[in-house]
């Protein structure tokens, strides 16, 4: 398990063969909405564009600790990936995965993503970050591994952007939180 900071970030110094990075984005969506869509461990192809499905494994209830199997489109470099829900903290906005297996090149990658509310511009808007660490394959290089990881999780934010902001659009004056 990757040692983690208290805020839920894995901790910075990687052991050898290791790396590990973060990417950051403002999403122009309030937390809450935004929290709805990374939260659906059970659907990662809404906002992750390079996955086809995903079936879980198991038991369907979302909690940590289950599975999922996640089939990638045609033309990805992978054809499938096993993770397991590390962490759903719902009143925090803390979400974490570990792949466990698969058809890739990946091995011993761990990712935490937070969900921060902000404001831009007067509107409600969210700072989502993703840190991860992973080994890095031989025959590669931190840097050149580093550099893949970021651009493919940089691609999902930007579709979670996306989606989040056509469901705000869509949602119009119901774009509050759920009542508790």
């Given at each position: 398990?990757?040692?983690?900071?208290?805020?839920?970030?894995?901790e910075p110094s990687p052991p050898s063969g290791q790396c590990s990075s973060a990417v950051t984005m403002r999403i122009n969506a309030p937390v809450?909405?935004?929290?709805?869509?990374?939260?659906?461990?059970?659907?990662?192809?809404?906002?992750?564009?390079?996955?086809?499905?995903?079936?879980?494994?198991?038991?369907?209830?979302?909690?940590?600790?289950c599975v999922r199997e996640v089939d990638f489109k045609s033309g990805f470099s992978a054809k499938s990936s096993v993770?397991?829900?590390?962490?759903?903290?719902?009143?925090?906005?803390?979400?974490?995965?570990?792949?466990?297996?698969?058809?890739?090149?990946?091995?011993?990658y761990s990712s935490?993503?937070?969900?921060?509310?902000?404001?831009?511009?007067?509107?409600?808007?969210?700072?989502?970050?993703?840190s991860f660490v992973i080994d890095v394959p031989e025959g590669n290089t931190a840097d050149e591994t580093r550099h893949f990881v970021e651009f493919l999780i940089r691609c999902n934010l930007r579709s979670l952007a996306m989606v989040s902001q056509r469901l705000l659009l869509a949602q119009g004056d119901l774009a509050e939180p759920p009542a508790q």
């Open positions: 398990m990757v040692e983690m900071d208290a805020g839920g970030r894995p809450h909405l935004v929290w709805s869509i990374v939260r659906r461990f059970e659907e990662p192809h809404i906002f992750q564009p390079f996955v086809r499905g995903c079936t879980m494994r198991g038991s369907t209830s979302l909690a940590v600790g993770e397991r829900l590390e962490i759903l903290d719902d009143k925090e906005h803390v979400f974490g995965v570990r792949i466990i297996g698969g058809d890739h090149r990946l091995k011993n935490v993503l937070t969900a921060k509310p902000e404001v831009i511009d007067g509107e409600p808007a969210t700072l989502v970050s993703e």
